[in-house]
């Protein structure tokens, strides 16, 4: 069997001088790389016991750190201990638990102590340019193995064009905003989630993807050099549906409920015919049925007032799947539920596969109106100028197919056609109201 070769970087071993620490920070030696680090997450016990262990001069075990190219210490592990030690530094530790004095007003003789306290550290430098960001990723994930790293962590830990999909748009994409606070990359991992699922999911055949460690890291890994400009565009999309359908809903909203209103918002959007007034109909919906999920609890056994004994048990048995969010068999459950409630709430036609008329179609037409639009009474140009027109509209089930239910128009004639019949309907509405 061919065995791959061994990756050894340049290994060093050396020590910081406890005192040197918050000089390293403030001078940007010490360099955190948020790409993968997970911030301060340490509780201040923790951070309180570590202070504790320095001063009783107990080890606080060897750091592992990366010489970047900017010739910085970057952290592979280490961080919540350096962390401490630079807050501790700068008094910036809440020390009302404990018994320590704050650094600034320790005596001379108890700083000098503490100063001179050593700070292993492992010093690693990758030999191959070409492995050298897969090595720093690998040796970060390894040595966290023993560590409660959660699965954003990982995931974020991942370099390639999915990570840097989900990254930019969670930073850049105001639905955000309204989903709480990013700690321990939460927020990336609802978004790498959701990107997931919109690359892998296959609605025709309602087969979805699980949302666990192993199957969003196939994504990365399928996923690693590029995704399609027009795939994110859509994604984005839908995530605009979602913000302006649901606004301020998104603040109470739970990440198992954003799950398959996600999905109902790509598949309507890939099969309803006619989506103009999309987004209210979709506020309208969630708001609904939002309402109907969160008037009783997952172990009430009674229906709230209001609520039928039926219709309560089918609600509890979306809530029920919801605990088990991100398995594939929950997400198809869940996202079929909503899709049947919606079309029961706002009745829709199904877009037609075959939207738009072919060649051998507008032909039949163009002979069969003797090259001449019905519009404008004027000759269509059959190679330059032909567009065909639904006269019953395919969002109220005009079939592609049935050339009784269409004409060939100038697409200039089409266009105005169109306009008139939008504004024939606005009056309509404006009339009944």
């Known amino acids: 069997m061919m065995r791959r070769k061994q990756h050894i970087p340049d290994i060093d071993f050396d020590r910081f001088p406890f005192g040197s620490i918050k000089k390293l920070f403030e001078e940007k030696k010490i360099f955190i790389n948020y790409d993968y680090q997970r911030g301060d997450v340490w509780t201040t016990t923790q951070q309180i016991e570590l202070i504790k262990s320095i001063f009783n001069s107990y080890s606080i075990g060897v750091l592992v750190l990366y010489i970047n190219d900017d010739d910085q210490f970057e952290i592979l592990d280490g961080q919540q201990r350096l ?93 955000f905003n309204f989903l709480g606070h990013d700690k321990r990359f939460r927020l990336r991992l609802i978004c790498a989630s959701l990107l997931h699922l919109e690359l892998e999911s296959d609605f025709q055949h309602s087969v979805f993807p699980s949302l666990d460690l192993a199957s969003l890291k196939s994504s990365c890994s399928t996923y690693e050099e590029s995704i399609s400009k027009s795939k994110l565009k859509f994604f984005k999309g839908n995530l605009d549906y979602l913000l302006r359908s649901l606004n301020h809903l998104l603040t109470a909203i739970t990440t198992r409920d954003l799950i398959p209103f996600y999905l109902l ?24 049925f939002l309402q109907k999920i969160n008037s009783f609890s997952v172990y009430d056994t009674t229906p709230p007032d209001g609520m039928e004994e039926s219709e309560f048990f089918e609600y509890l048995s979306y809530k029920t799947e919801g605990r088990k969010a991100t398995s594939s068999d929950s997400i198809d459950f869940r996202f079929n539920f909503l899709k049947n409630k919606f079309k029961d709430f706002q009745p829709y036609v199904q877009k037609d596969p075959k939207r738009l008329h072919d060649i051998e179609q507008k032909r039949i037409l163009f002979f069969r109106q003797q090259g001449i639009c019905p519009e404008c009474s004027k000759i269509i140009d059959f190679r330059t100028d032909g567009s065909a027109h639904h006269e019953i509209a395919h969002k109220d089930g005009g079939i ?26 606005n009056n309509s509405q404006n009339k009944l109201w």
């Open 400 to 425: 592609t197919d049935d050339l009784d239910n269409a004409v060939l128009l100038h697409e200039r004639c089409h266009v105005k056609l169109e306009k008139k019949l939008r504004k024939q309907k």
């Open 265 to 288: 918002v790509s598949y309507l959007r890939r099969n309803k015919a006619g989506n103009e007034d999309l987004i209210n109909e979709l506020s309208a919906f969630c708001a609904d």
């Open 83 to 175: 962390l401490t030690i630079k807050k501790y530094l700068s008094d910036e530790l809440n020390l009302r638990q404990s018994d320590l004095k704050p650094y600034s007003e320790l005596d001379y003789q108890e700083q000098m102590f503490l100063n001179a306290y050593s700070v292993g550290y492992l010093k690693l430098k990758s030999h191959n340019p070409e492995t050298k960001e897969e090595d720093i990723i690998q040796t970060f994930l390894r040595l966290q193995e023993g560590s409660p790293l959660n699965k954003a962590e990982k995931i974020n830990a991942h370099r390639g064009a999915f990570k840097d999909a989900f990254k930019t748009i969670k930073e850049e994409h105001k639905i």
